[in-house]
Nanobody
Framework: VQLQASGGGVVPAGGSLRLSCAAS????????MAWFRQAPGKEREFVAA????????YYADSPKGRFTISRDNAKNMVYLQMNRLKPEDTAVYYC????????????WGQGTLVTVSS
């Protein structure tokens, strides 16, 4: 599966953004998917994951209650709705085919930059 994240931008603290991840490849609808992020000078970290059917999701502690992961298998898309954004959410966001908290081996496309201004 090949992935392309988009939808990033500059938003004031307290604002919202929706990120999109476009996937190509026959295996997308059978793949769990996750969002990760990497802030400047920090390690990449897990944000949220969704099962192949969309029936199961889970989140890292920081975005829990503020972010929502979803998918549309008919469109080969995964989304991350981000509400009540904080400056510490500033990072490059990536999508990847996994249901785990660890970044899967391989190259999974360019991320999208989210900047939250205080």
């Amino acid at each position: 599966v090949q992935l392309q994240a988009s939808g990033g931008g500059v938003v004031p603290a307290g604002g919202s953004l929706r990120l999109s991840c476009a996937a190509s490849g026959r295996t997308f609808s059978s793949s769990a998917m996750a969002w990760f992020r990497q802030a400047p000078g920090k390690e990449r970290e897990f944000v949220a994951a969704i099962s192949w059917s969309g029936g199961s999701t889970y989140y890292a502690d920081s975005p829990k209650g503020r972010f929502t992961i979803s998918r549309d298998n008919a469109k080969n898309m995964v989304y991350l709705q981000m509400n009540r954004l904080k400056p510490e959410d500033t990072a490059v966001y990536y999508c990847a085919p996994t249901f785990g908290r660890s970044w899967p081996e391989g190259s999974w496309g360019q991320g999208t930059l989210v900047t939250v201004s205080s």
